[in-house]
DNA sequence: TTCCCTGCAAAAGTTTTGCACTACT
DNA sequence: AGTAGTGCAAAACTTTTGCAGGGAA
């Protein structure tokens, strides 16, 4: 059991610039990679995704397990963590460890982003800046190191709890 | 068993401005900070956290572990996780998730640093840069939200590693 | 028909806890 | 003496793996 998670869309891009059917999208990549890979798409293995690309993100594998026994109670565990790694290879779902136990898992393939985190609600909001990835460009490049990814996490409170408390 | 670690001393602040005896200001530390709460000072624990601030940073319980053992053999790893927690609670330590099952500690009470990871050899690099504090706090206010704390970590290709490959 | 996939259960890895015993202050 | 600390073993929790049976291509 972990902290509850609250979700905010923020600074999504504006509705009419995303394609109208995300989720058959995804699943259309999906059954995509994995012909591409020679793997087989099946029962469990499309409840599982269509779960995941349709809920909110930042799931972790006890929430997303909970949600797909809703609608296919015969699901096991080693289905869930097995389909997980399976996004992953392609390339549709990233990991992330917040500071917690579990991992959690979110959409991949959009466009990069970073997280804050309210320490009161837990409420995750994704952020982007452009100046904020230059400068950590500048600064690999004067440690002599060549960046490969990032992960930046702010912790604090959300505007929201702020005026609460 | 996890990636091993190597450890670059990375800008850190020039040696005269250090106490010459970090370890002894530290155990002290440690007595006091242990005195105030009504715990003990013991065998264990003396041991637990003079190896602790021997050694390099970013260790794991398993590690420390291992390396306690060398100097008292009798010490289990329940007393290993409830010292780490201990010097968590003294303010003496931190606690970071990397992209890994296991956590890492590092001294605490120092100025505080970000990370930079090579995912080649697993060297972490400490360092700062007030700039990206500014910009970070600057990309805050835009969201309307009060910073705490943060993590970044950067990872990709040391200079050595670069080189080589 | 051939592998791949599945669920179950057991294992593995990390961290925590219960308990009887020990040892600081 | 009294209370907190210790080691051990077992439990808890998350994730992985072995295996025998089932199903997609």
Redesign the pocket.
């Known amino acids: 059991?972990?902290r509850e998670e609250t979700i905010a869309a923020a600074e999504q891009p504006p509705a009419e610039r995303r394609p109208r059917n995300k989720m058959q999208d995804r699943m259309e990549t999906f059954h995509a990679r994995?012909r591409e890979r020679?793997?087989?798409?099946?029962?469990?293995?499309e409840d599982i995704a269509r779960v995941f690309f349709e809920l909110h993100r930042h799931i972790?594998?006890?929430e997303l397990y909970a949600e797909v026994k809703k609608i296919?109670p015969?699901?096991?565990?080693?289905?869930?963590?097995?389909?997980?790694?399976?996004l992953k290879d392609c390339e549709l779902l990233s990991e992330r460890h917040f500071d917690e136990?579990?991992?959690r898992y979110e959409v991949a393939g959009e466009q990069h982003h970073d997280h804050f985190i309210c320490e009161k609600c837990g409420k995750i909001v994704e952020f982007e800046d452009e100046g904020l990835e230059r400068m950590q460009q500048a600064v690999a490049q004067k440690m002599g190191v060549t960046l490969q990814r990032h992960k930046l996490e702010l912790y604090g409170l959300c505007g929201e709890c702020r005026r609460k408390g």
Chains 1, 2 share one sequence.
Do not use: C, D
Not at 75 to 81: D, P, Q, S
């Open positions: 059991m972990a994995m020679g793997l087989k798409s099946t029962g469990p293995r972790s594998a006890e296919n015969h699901v096991g565990y080693a289905t869930i963590y097995r389909t997980l790694k399976l136990g579990q991992a």
